[in-house]
Structure formats: structure tokens, C-alpha cells
């Protein structure tokens, strides 16, 4: 569950987040799964995929949520530390 924070630029409580984990894991998964076969018919690209492939699974961890406000369309990451400050 993503902690709530209002629009920095407007302040609008309309926000919503843009793109997952979950989705990136799958992709990556499915350009893991994907390169097998073409390994077998292709060998250079079926690498680079799986090169790519596991890239994404790899950084997950790494990368931070994107949120968007549907009233100005601004989009930033949200930082937890950032929000624990202003908390504090």
C-alpha cells in the first residue's frame, strides 16, 4: 500500500500512482521467458534480453514510485524520508 501525500505543486488530494513493481517484475519475467526461445533462433538478441530481462528484476528494489495529480498532471517520486522529514 502506497502512504498518501497531496501534490506538491497544487496540493490537490486527487492523486494517483503511475506504473508497479508487480508490472515491471512481470515484463522482465516475460523478456526472460521470451529470450529462450530466441537464443535458439538468434542468439545475439536472445541475450541482449535477457540481459534486459533480468536488469529490470534486478533494480527493482531500487526504483521509487511515480505518483501523478489527475488535476495538473504533475509527476514526481514519492520519497519516504522526504515525508518522514515534514512529519517530524
Do not use: Y
Not at 534486478?58 to 521509487?64: D, G, H, N, S, Y
Amino acid at each position: 500500500m502506497i502512504e498518501w501525500e497531496p501534490c506538491p505543486r497544487c496540493g490537490s488530494k486527487k492523486v494517483k500512482q503511475i506504473g508497479s513493481k508487480a508490472k515491471t517484475f512481470l515484463v522482465g519475467l516475460g523478456l526472460i521467458s521470451f529470450s529462450i526461445w530466441f537464443i535458439l533462433l538468434f542468439p545475439p538478441l536472445g541475450i541482449a534480453l535477457a540481459i534486459v530481462g533480468i536488469a529490470m528484476i534486478v533494480t527493482l528494489p531500487f526504483i521509487k514510485k511515480t505518483l501523478k495529480c489527475s488535476d495538473c498532471d504533475n509527476s514526481w517520486k514519492h520519497d519516504k524520508t522526504q515525508r518522514s522529514q515534514v512529519n517530524a
